[in-house]
């Protein structure tokens, strides 16, 4: 069994990308069987919301998004995983956030994904607060009981990392 390098790309970033073009600059090769990609959108909350203001510190945002990724790299099988984040003032209706993994079954590219957003919503250092469409800045935000349950499940339930060919 031969274990392919994973390629990692990740960026925090300003301004708005486009999730087609991210993941097709990828580069998959047909060893890939599987591309799972997730898209967060800022909503509205009910027409509530104008904004989303998200701050960090790039770098430091991008070196702990990094030692995560390569977590997922350890934890499943993956070609190729990717993950933009966006941080300053974004509308309601604009990305924020895009993750993609690749492998050759679905199984690992949806777990890895998925691990990989519940960690971004739950432990990523980001600071988030609401503009709402009446013009006043709410309070900052913090994860919800049930993005903290679900990122909790992976330190409870570490799968063993699985060769290629399966999943």
Known sequence: MTRRVLRTHLRVQETPFDAAAETAAL?????SGALVTFTGLCRDEGGRLAALEIECYPEMAEAEIA????????????????????YGLIRA??????????????????EA???????????APFWKKQHGR??????????????????EKWTQNIPSPRPRGEG
């Open 113 to 123: 994904a998925q691990f990989l957003m519940d960690y971004l919503k739950t432990r």
């Open 67 to 86: 030692r995560v990724a390569a977590e997922a790299g350890s934890r499943w099988p993956l070609d190729a995983l990717l993950i933009v984040h966006r």
């Open 93 to 110: 209706g604009e990305a924020i956030v895009l993750v993609a993994t690749a492998s050759a079954h679905r199984a690992a590219a949806f």
């Open 134 to 151: 009446d013009g006043r800045a709410g309070e900052w935000i913090a994860p919800r009981e049930e993005d903290e349950a679900a990122a």
């Open 27 to 31: 580069g998959l090769g047909p060893e």
